[in-house]
């Protein structure tokens, strides 16, 4: 059962509690945050249909919020925000946030390229919520935490657009394999927009069932659109730039 899958763990850390999802079928085991011990190894989400986004000019926001205990899996001292890149070894060219233990926060479009926010989150274990926005507009890249902004101009580029394109966007979890490089943060309200000029063809994605409630959001490159409310599967967006919560 459940609870005797957690109880076997106890050795690593004390159980605080367990926690079955009839959705998912997920059984989380939860530690005491003393412990600084986390069961939940594949903590990823994606989303499917991107578009464009990270191929060129791009802006992103969400919400993130602690959880009380270590952001990272055992023996490792970060976690992927998010990334999207078709590339399998380095270097995995595509945008992508990580947050370390110490709220350091990285962005980057390459591997080899990074933009380093020194203790841009003062404890990401903590449970309050900040806002984050990572965009990149030519060779600029600016990041944004909770109002605070900092910009450092980038000299690499994507190798491969086409085969960025193909692969999911990947939240809290490494692109190549979702189990690792886990981030232990509830991650809300993400709005994306890729810069697609022109374009006003619709995009359906799936949100998940039950139904799951948030902010809707899209920009006609000047303008932007917000709702709130409770999304169902299949919910569309009027552009192809949306948001999708988990």
């Given at each position: 059962t459940c609870q005797d899958a957690c109880l076997k763990l106890d050795s690593i850390g004390p159980i605080a509690g367990?926690?079955?999802?009839g959705v998912d079928q997920r059984c989380n085991c939860m530690f005491s945050p003393s412990s600084g011990v986390s069961c939940d190894k594949d903590t990823s989400f994606d989303i499917t249909n991107a578009g464009e986004f990270g191929a060129g000019d791009f802006f992103i926001r969400m919400d993130v919020?602690?959880?009380g205990t270590s952001i990272s899996d055992p023996g490792k001292s970060y976690g992927a925000l998010f990334i999207r890149s078709g590339e399998k070894s380095s270097v995995f060219s595509g945008p992508a946030v990580f947050i370390h233990e110490n709220g350091d926060i990285l962005f980057q479009i390459r591997a080899d390229e990074e933009f380093k926010l020194p203790n841009a989150l003062s404890d990401p274990s903590e449970e309050v919520t900040?806002?984050?926005e990572f965009s990149r507009e030519g060779d600029l890249l600016t990041a944004t935490v909770d109002g605070n902004t900092q910009q450092m101009t980038i000299t690499k580029q994507i190798y491969d657009a086409t085969t960025l394109q193909k692969a999911p966007l990947?939240?809290?979890g490494n692109h190549v394999n979702s189990e690792e490089e886990s981030l232990h943060m509830d991650v809300r309200n993400i709005m994306f927009t890729p810069v697609?000029?022109?374009?006003?063809?619709?995009?359906?994605?799936?949100?998940?069932?039950?139904?799951r409630t948030g902010t809707i959001a899209f920009s006609t490159g000047t303008t932007e659109f917000r709702m709130t409310g409770t999304g169902l599967p299949n919910t569309q967006a009027n552009m192809d730039s949306s948001a999708f919560f988990a």
């Open positions: 367990v926690e079955f999802s919020k602690g959880k900040h806002q984050l990947r939240f809290r697609i000029k022109n374009l006003r063809t619709a995009r359906t994605t799936t949100i998940g069932s039950p139904p």
